[in-house]
């Protein structure tokens, strides 16, 4: 038999397993759309149904004799029978299937789903190239880890999810293994959308030490153990809406970090270790419980946008060292509703083009954000109170503003002369710049 005739055998192996599985429910689109194709192709028309369909079921190599992909999302597979099982462990182990989608099924246990990725070397030909595994949208409740089903793939997996899978618990194994698991090739783990999930254990992170993207988010994670820091290579960090309180140290010890999302958790104050991420570009930490920023965060130097928004900034509340960020460029601080000015130190980064300061209690604007000669957007409305100043009505006309977005009655109400309000609109609207 050709390479290309055994990968049709395959696959044809595979459909009719899912097809005359008596755990498939009859009203599942296994029976519905592949039993038909199924019950009337040999396994290349198969194959080539399979391939060519409008979900792209199978994907091929360039060469046409391995598995690239295997797409069986959706089937409501609740349990991986054993005839599946050494299917799919052919497909893995005989035809090199790189990556494998099992989402949208009906899977409650992780390593049971899993399990026939443990066989004898025997009957592995070859090396595995499983390199991304998707059970996400399944109904896995309780997760061991690591996972032991994952063993012999432990040096080629570098993409798990399992997210959106209405996990509760991960516990990880108490008793050591034969062969102790440590997912070495592992660089992205998405455990994100288990909204029960409220802990991750200790232990979590030393068999994941090569993670380079971790997307936690949308769970109910409280804290973060301490040995996250053995993920030195970490890149982006994944933990919005969360109900993180504090933040430990040694997730800033991880300074490779460029991406880092901790925006709608309960978070009052950051520790002065935030300092350490040199490499961080993107901070989004609005929506939380912040009175200030610790003035460390200006050695955060690469740092380009930086989301502060709907958190309890007061006036002063701001260090003048932001002024230090010169590579930012993009700053949210609308919604602080006591911020009542712009701090010197906002005014001091000059490369910013976009400014948000609606709904911040302004009664004035400072004159020193004439000093940003870069920006090009302006947000300045429900602001009610704030009157511009000859100063700061000089410092506004000096920027290159591209939009700029102003109530009307602040406007209207900018000083004692009315040709200012006048004078901007006409200046503004010429160039269509002014939202009122």
């Not at 755990?23 to 519905?32: G, L, R």
């Not at 309780?142 to 432990?154: D, F, K, M, N, Q």
């Not at 001091?348 to 300061?357: D, I, N, P, S």
């Not at 604007?365 to 090009?376: A, F, P, R, T, V």
Request: net charge negative; hydrophobic share 40%; proline share 4%.
């Amino acid at each position: 038999m050709d390479k290309q005739g055994g990968v049709a055998e395959i696959v044809y192996d595979i459909c009719r397993a899912l097809v005359e599985s008596p755990s498939t429910p009859a009203y599942s689109e296994v029976h519905e759309s592949l039993a038909p194709v199924v019950s009337s192709a040999d396994s290349r028309e198969l194959l080539d149904w399979m391939v060519n369909n409008s979900r792209a079921r199978v994907t091929l190599d360039e060469s046409d004799e391995s598995l690239e992909s295997l797409n069986l999302a959706g089937y409501s597979i609740d349990s991986v029978d054993k005839r599946l099982g050494a299917a799919l462990a052919r497909a893995v182990f005989r035809h090199g299937l790189e990556k494998l989608h099992l989402s949208g099924n009906s899977l409650k246990d992780l390593d049971a789903g899993l399990g026939w990725l443990v066989v004898d070397e025997a009957e592995a030909s070859r090396e595995p190239a499983l390199s991304s595994i998707f059970v996400d949208a399944n109904v896995l409740r309780e997760v061991s880890w690591p996972p032991a089903s994952l063993i012999a793939v432990r040096e080629c997996l570098k993409h798990l999810d399992v997210s959106k899978s209405q996990i509760r618990s991960i516990d990880v194994l108490a008793a050591p293994l034969p062969r102790p698991i440590t997912l070495h090739a592992l660089e992205y783990l998405d455990i994100s959308g288990n909204i029960k999930l409220d802990t991750l254990p200790v232990g979590f992170f030393p068999s994941v030490p090569n993670l380079r993207r971790l997307d936690a988010y949308s769970c109910a994670l409280s804290s973060i153990p301490e040995d996250i820091s053995v993920c030195e290579h970490l890149e982006h960090c994944g933990l919005h809406s969360n109900d993180l309180v504090n933040l430990p140290d040694a997730l800033f010890a991880c300074v490779k970090i460029s991406w880092l999302s901790l925006n709608m958790n309960k978070l009052e104050a950051l520790p002065e270790s935030i300092g350490n991420l040199t490499n961080l570009k993107r901070l989004s930490l609005h929506q939380n419980r912040l009175r200030d920023l610790p003035a460390v965060i200006a050695k955060c130097v690469e740092l380009e946008a930086l989301s502060l928004h709907g958190n309890r900034l007061t006036r002063g509340s701001l260090p003048d060292s932001m002024a230090l960020l010169e590579n930012c460029c993009r700053l949210s601080l609308y919604e602080n509703r006591e911020l009542g000015s712009v701090p010197d130190g906002v005014c001091g980064m000059r490369r910013l083009k976009e400014l948000w300061l609606y709904d911040c209690g302004l009664t004035s604007l400072n004159e020193k954000i004439g000093q940003l000669s870069d920006l090009k957007k302006l947000w300045l409305d429900k602001n009610p109170e704030m009157v511009l100043d000859d100063a700061s009505w000089t410092a506004l006309k000096r920027l290159d503003l591209h939009e700029l977005y102003m109530d009307g009655q602040v406007a209207a109400a900018t000083g004692e002369k009315a040709h200012r309000s006048t004078e901007l609109h006409a200046a503004m609207r010429q160039l269509n710049k002014l939202y009122l």
